[in-house]
């Protein structure tokens, strides 16, 4: 073992003598021989949040790929470091350290749940790497730390987008029911703490297990509260159970979901009970019905035919908040001319105007993420599809 | 404030019917090796995620269910050949733990067979609720009732009418004695397999149109089911009727007026409080010894 680090040790130093010299020689031509850029990624491509990081993963390999092929970024190749911590906060860390320590990467586009996103948090602040995270909550821009960066929009914004929209019917009294998951919970969390700020009176607050089937009691409990419209905070199968016992217990109040559960499964799922029901989305889900002005539209459009052509299954939004993450930071290194971790976090911070498919960012020392309310769609489902509201 | 109650108890005996056929499933194993059979819940699954396949796959509803049901028994016959009888003579503690390890694998199976996606089963007659008295039901809630209430009287006419009924109840008294009279008890054994599997996909047929399935769907209505036939005292059929309607009933009432966040949280307590203070189960003194 000594022998073979010792070799190890050789090895590299003899490979970084050669590349010195590579380096003089090679001066002034065409940096092929240049090292790549080195991107770092830590996902969480098996496990429970396997939803997020397998397309997330698909999706840096799909693009490092294509910039490659187009010839790379400031005349060096990308080369990708990922790893899979199977949405283990430790093993996050783990894989964190190795990405700065030992493959001594430019950037880190990581971590796919805000749970993975903490633990490497602050190793990044430390060696001064900036890190882009994929995960949804506030805290990890909230309060704003120098080196860490986020693409996907938060839970709070999705509360914000929906009270806004209760507050443009004239409707102020809503019940609120929640699953108990984690993202289920941190929403609820979220959606309390902003309703006042929106004049939005809570007049219910209703939970329910991750594998419940019924939840009729709860909604005939909000049946009785006076509430004027409903929020549902849920993710998963019980925003679709939700939904059917609604209609069963005979409310007809409006119901919002979250945008957790804005996929084809939810209106398949719910059946006919889920006409009417509104939902905040990103753009992406509904690239084919967003008007040719918008935007977004072309860059939705491209990312989601790139993915789908490719890997043969439905676009997500969370390897959408990849295709962003990457994106930033190429735009970053293009603009810092230079992989110089200080210039690159600089130009991170700058990000003006970029068009991605989580929504325009506007990014500036004291938001770290550059999203506002437009980046979330009101739908509706009409018809057994999704409609943009207005 | 009457309609509020209905509601709850609608629910609740729409619940207690699925766990009934579930506890009976308990029973039926229980009795014929002594043992607590903990894939009982993968057998529901499976009956619920073939029927969706059946039914994908363009056959008509009935015949779907049927053959839903045929392919839990298929199942559970071949485990029953494959992994419990070859250990019949081991002591009770290695048969429960082969059927956790059954539970694991038939878990694992469906993930690879079905994915890991949610699935639903469209009403056998219909979506539009039912109002009475100002509550309201899903007729598949009636369906699920009934149905499980022709189960059990199915399952009453075998065991009092027929040879091989008797057979299995003689068994279960005396399994020596029962061998002393000629009963094959291994034949019983492999028997008893298939019968809870069909109780248990029938439930999961059933329930598949309201409370969905997915590959995980087992595990909770697996626990709830035997938390039911404890209740009503592990190896007694009424018991396990009796016990899956008041769980069902406990829990619907009790997350309408407590809190719904505890409504898992009471099959547990309910486990906990028969071990307790009622170790036979409401109508199982018989078998207390075994417990």
Request: glycine share 12%.
């Amino acid at each position: 073992m000594g022998m073979f680090r010792f070799n190890r040790a050789l090895a590299r130093q003899v490979a970084g003598a050669a590349l010195a010299v590579c380096g003089v020689a090679g001066f002034g031509s065409a940096g092929a021989q240049e090292q790549p850029i080195r991107i770092g990624a830590f996902l969480s491509v098996t496990g429970p949040a396997a939803f997020l990081g397998d397309p997330e993963l698909k999706t840096l390999e799909l693009y490092v790929d294509r910039i490659n092929a187009e010839g790379g970024l400031l005349g060096r190749k990308l080369q990708l470091f990922s790893y899979d911590d199977a949405g283990d906060a430790e093993k996050a860390r783990t894989f964190a350290k190795r990405l700065i320590e030992q493959d001594k990467v430019d950037v880190i586009v990581g971590g796919s749940t805000t749970g993975t996103t903490m633990a490497a948090m602050p190793l990044a602040e430390q060696s001064s790497t900036p890190f882009i995270s994929l995960a949804g909550a506030v805290t990890i821009i909230e309060p704003v730390k120098k080196w860490v960066f986020k693409t996907p929009h938060t839970d709070r914004m999705a509360c914000e987008k929906i009270f806004v929209d209760i507050k443009a019917r004239n409707l102020s009294k809503v019940a609120l029911i929640s699953g108990s998951g984690g993202f289920d919970k941190s929403m609820r969390a979220e959606c309390v703490k902003v309703a006042p700020k929106y004049g939005m009176d809570l007049v219910a607050d209703e939970t329910y297990g991750a594998t419940d089937t019924d939840m009729t009691a709860q909604l005939t409990k909000i049946k009785g509260s006076g509430a004027q419209a409903v929020l549902n905070a849920g993710f998963g199968q019980g925003p679709a159970i939700v939904t059917r016992n609604y209609r069963q217990v005979g409310l007809a109040l409006p119901l919002y979901q979250s945008h957790g559960v804005a996929s084809r499964e939810y209106i398949k799922l719910s059946g006919p009970a889920a006409e009417g029901v509104r939902l905040p989305a990103a753009a992406l889900l509904v690239s084919d019905i967003l008007p040719a002005e918008d935007a977004q539209k072309p860059v939705v459009v491209a990312y989601r035919k790139a993915y789908e052509d490719k890997f043969k299954s439905d676009v997500s939004t969370f390897g959408g908040h990849a295709y962003d993450g990457l994106m930033i930071a190429v735009n970053a290194i293009k603009a810092a001319r230079s992989t110089d971790k200080a210039r690159l976090r600089d130009a991170i911070e700058a990000t003006k105007g970029y068009v991605g498919t989580g929504g325009v960012v506007n990014m500036s020392a004291a938001d770290h993420m550059g999203l506002d309310l437009s980046a979330f769609r009101m739908l509706e489902v009409k018809d057994g599809n999704w409609s943009l509201v207005k | 404030m009457t309609s509020a109650w209905l509601q709850f108890i609608a629910s609740g005996l729409t619940a207690g019917a699925i766990y009934a056929l579930v506890a009976l499933g308990f029973a039926i194993v229980f009795n014929a090796s002594g043992a607590i059979n903990f894939a009982q819940g993968e057998f529901v699954m499976v009956g619920g995620m073939s029927a969706v396949s059946f039914l994908a796959m363009g056959v008509p509803l009935p015949l779907a269910i049927a053959l839903a049901v045929a392919a839990s028994v298929v199942v559970a016959l071949l485990i029953e050949r494959v992994a419990v009888s070859p250990a019949r003579n081991a002591g009770t503690v290695t048969l429960i733990i082969i059927t956790i390890g059954v539970a694991l694998f038939l878990r694992g199976l469906a993930q690879l067979v079905w994915g890991k996606g949610v699935f639903r089963l469209p009403g056998f007659s219909g979506e539009e609720p039912i109002a009475f008295f100002g509550a309201t039901l899903l007729p598949q809630s009636l369906w699920v009732m009934g149905g499980a209430a022709l189960a059990v009287l199915a399952l009453g006419a075998f065991y009092g009418r027929t040879l091989a009924g008797k057979a299995m109840l003689a068994t279960s008294y005396n399994k020596l004695a029962a061998q002393l009279v000629g009963i094959n008890t291994r034949a019983v054994l492999f028997a008893s397999f298939g019968l809870a599997a069909a109780l248990g996909a029938i439930g999961g047929v059933l329930i598949a149109p309201i409370a969905f399935t997915s590959y995980d769907a087992g595990i909770m209505l697996g626990l709830k089911g035997f938390a039911a036939a404890m209740l009503g005292g592990l190896g007694s059929f009424a018991g396990a009727v009796l016990g899956g309607v008041v769980l069902g009933l406990l829990e619907g009432l009790g997350a309408g007026f407590v809190s719904s966040a505890y409504k898992d949280a009471i099959a547990f307590v309910v486990i906990l409080a028969v071990l307790f203070f009622l170790p036979g189960g409401l109508l199982g003194a018989r078998h207390s010894d075994r417990v």
